[in-house]
């Protein structure tokens, strides 16, 4: 039996993939939590809890050594900033910790990064993005993990560790794209800026069998973009989702200029302030950009990754779910 480490265990990734792996029975799962995180999907008898303390360099390494985990998936990461300087500290500096603790040690790491860290493709040609391509990330989310994408792939002597890069992830448990699921339920369908927007998706259940493929694979030192494999224009997923939830909505556009105001002024009270909006500068980049398609013809030739969701079965069952828990 794979003695297996999830961190961000208690999120929306990292509690799917702890259900892939003890669904898949050949692991010891043991969920990295905090004192302060939801164990609301992590109910399974099976699972064993650590906390792990990224600040203190010589208990983790003592921690990391004791344990001699087969495959560490870092799952943990900010999405959001509460302040300043959280991005960098969460997902390139407890990056950096684990992998010096994990140094001379036999685990494989599997790390979840983001299509952030190279930044949306190219809206002129349409190319998909490449891992090939020059990372222009422009957003302080997508500078981190880039960061921390270095930091490895310069620093963990064993080469022995995978780097994904998934895209829009979504399904069961999900909040972001719940809040869009919310406003088409409430019978409205924006969008920011007149030009359609293109985009990939992956759905949890996918992204977290892909994570458990990739802990058995013997492919190391590779770094994937991650999605479906179909792309989508933003009107689609809307009709798909109007389709799913059976209902009719206003479209509603808004020109890219007035939101640009918004967030100007937003931003300013974040700099006086020190409080951080949702609607911000990062937020705004990644809405505004016209392409997100990526290639991931490398991760079906070298990991078989093979979704079981391609967006119309993953909305359905989200949808299905939010509907369960009574969020819809
Ligand atoms: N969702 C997406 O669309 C998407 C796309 C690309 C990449 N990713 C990456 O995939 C990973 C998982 O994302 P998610 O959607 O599952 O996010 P999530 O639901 O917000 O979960 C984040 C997890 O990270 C943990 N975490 C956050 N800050 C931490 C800290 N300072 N110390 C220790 N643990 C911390 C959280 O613990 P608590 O529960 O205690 O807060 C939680 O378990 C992240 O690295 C994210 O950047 C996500």
Redesign the pocket.
Known sequence: MKKVLV????????SHLADSLLEAGDYEVWA???A???RKYLTDSRLKFIE?S?RNANALKELMQTHDFDVVFH?????KQKRVGEFE???YG?TKSLVDALQGLRAKLIF?????AHGAADPVTNEPARVSDECRPDTQ?GKS?LKAEEYIKENFTSGNYIIL??????GSR???YFTYFQTIDNHLEPYLGFKPQRLTFVHGKDLADLCVRCGESSVRGRTYFVSDGNLYMDYEFAQITKEVLKTKTLKVKFPLFIVRGVVFLLDCVSRLTGQQFTLNKDKYNILKARNWACDTTDLQTDIGFSPRYDLKAGVIEAITWYKKEKWL
Do not use: H, Q, W
Not at 9 to 14: E, R
Not at 165 to 170: A, E, I, L
């Open positions: 961190t961000g265990a208690s999120g929306f990734v990292g990295a939590v905090r302060t995180s939801s792990l990224y799952i943990a990461g900010a999405t500290e969460v997902n407890n979840t990064s983001s299509f952030a989310y993990k890069r998934p895209t829009g992830v979504y999900e909040t972001d």
